[in-house]
């Protein structure tokens, strides 16, 4: 029997309202975005957006996007949205990525700001509700950031998420359930999932050592002791330094002078060190002891770790030290499969044309340097040419014929020259 499509769905579980997109940014619209993007005031020296699809890429409008273009600036700038709330609803994150630059250090991430945000003033410590996406400094820091403010304080994810150094277009995708769960994606690909209470340190923690358990006295946990029946022999005890048998008084010691001779002192190698009796294992060990856990009476479970009573302000707000890191496809909705279709269609179309492009642009470089490294070659090869008559006809032989073969070598060898850029 065949079921309509949207029956087999909902019979499935996977029939979606639709989906709810709060915001979207593609940048089509030429300068466009310079009314939806607002700049942040408080510094002077900001660094410059400006809009570009870069050195390469997949289509030269639809792969434009905001680009750092200043090095060693903060940049700051920020889209509104109409505020919503995710309470009971999933939260999807997400956006491209592309560090043409060749990144050494800078930040890749947004900021979710709730609506109280003053946009022209947004600074390092305007509290938002979430920040996500890459960051790298030095070969130390790649990584993915999830921080989410928790009653005023940033958390931030325990688990390490590496992001991508090259210099290809990425998505980076956050999904937030409201079953307190998250799914970190990285180029519609799962890097990282699970509960929002296991990774993150929001909550205290469930149990704790019971205070009023202590080990008892008599516990033994050491696992070798001295062996009782071992002791020191007689003979142990030696001076580690003794005066040198060797030595002999010198002849013109003058003991008036110098006070009484006394030879030089040496290492006694009959010496042994400190005795110590042989190890053996305890008999009365009796394991590590385990300290005995109990409920925390300071936790208490948060069912509303994910819900945030507003968002309404998607803020870039980062350092970088080489600009030229491209963003783009910006989209926040609470659509698991409409982001990651959304993501199929921008970042997923641009790949494949990018890496075309980077690949075609690899193969020309080393064309020219395979080129480049052949006249160098052929050049010394000549060279040598010229000297080789000299080296193997005797100056006794014929003079003339050795000066014939290098001047039509050294010829040649101008010609090899010529073909040098
Ligand atoms: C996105 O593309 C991948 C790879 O082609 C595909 O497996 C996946 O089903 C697509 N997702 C959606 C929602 O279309
Ligand atoms: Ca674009």
């Known amino acids: ?192 999932s699970g509960s929002l209470e296991d990774d993150w340190n929001f909550l205290p923690p469930k149990k704790i050592k019971d205070p009023d358990a202590d080990k008892p006295e008599d516990w033994d946990d050491r696992t070798k002791i001295d062996d009782p029946t071992d002791s020191k022999p ?29 030879p030089p002192v040496i290492q006694n190698p009959e010496y042994k060190g400190e005795w110590k009796p042989r190890q053996i294992n305890n008999p009365e060990y009796k394991g590590i002891w385990n300290h005995p856990e109990i409920d925390n009476p300071e936790y208490s479970p948060d069912s509303n770790i994910y819900a945030y009573e507003n968002f309404a302000v998607l803020g870039l707000h980062l350092w970088q030290v080489k600009s030229g890191t491209i963003f783009d496809n910006f989209l926040i909705t609470n659509d698991e499969v409409y982001a990651e279709e959304f993501g199929n269609e921008t970042w997923g179309v641009t790949k494949a044309a990018e890496n075309f492009v980077s690949k075609k642009k690899k193969e020309r470089l080393f064309s020219s340097s395979l080129l480049s490294a052949i006249r160098v070659v052929s050049s010394a090869y000549l060279r040598l040419l010229i000297f080789l008559p000299a080296i193997l006809i005797p100056a006794s032989a014929s003079s003339s014929l050795a000066f014939r073969m290098m001047y039509s070598a050294y010829k040649l060898n101008k010609q090899g020259d010529n073909i040098q850029p």
């Open 1 to 192: 029997m065949l079921l309509p499509v949207p029956l087999l769905l909902s019979l499935l579980g996977l029939a979606a309202a639709d989906p709810t997109v709060y915001f979207k940014e593609q940048f089509l619209d030429g300068d466009g975005w310079t009314e939806r993007w607002i700049e942040s005031k408080p510094k002077p020296d900001f660094g410059k957006f400006v809009l570009s699809s870069g050195k390469f890429y997949g289509d030269q409008e639809k792969d434009k996007g905001l680009q750092t273009s200043q090095d060693a600036r903060f940049y700051a700038l920020s889209a509104r949205f109409e505020p919503f709330s995710n309470k009971g609803q999933t939260l999807v994150v997400q956006f491209t990525v592309k560090h043409e630059q060749d990144i050494d250090c800078g930040g890749g991430y947004v900021k979710l700001f709730p609506a109280g945000l003053d946009q022209t003033d947004m600074h390092r410590d305007s509290e938002y509700n979430i920040m996500f996406g890459p960051d790298i400094c030095g070969p130390g820091t790649k990584k993915v950031h999830v921080i989410f403010n928790y009653k005023g304080k940033n958390v931030l994810i325990n688990k390490d998420i590496r992001c991508k150094d090259d210099e290809f277009s990425h998505l980076y995708t956050l999904i937030v359930r409201p079953e307190n769960t998250y799914e970190v994606k990285i180029d519609n690909s799962q890097v990282e």
């Open 234 to 262: 007689e003979d142990w005890d030696k001076l580690e330094h003794i005066p040198d048998p060797d030595a002999k008084k010198p002849e013109d010691s003058d003991e008036e002078m110098d006070g009484e001779w006394e």
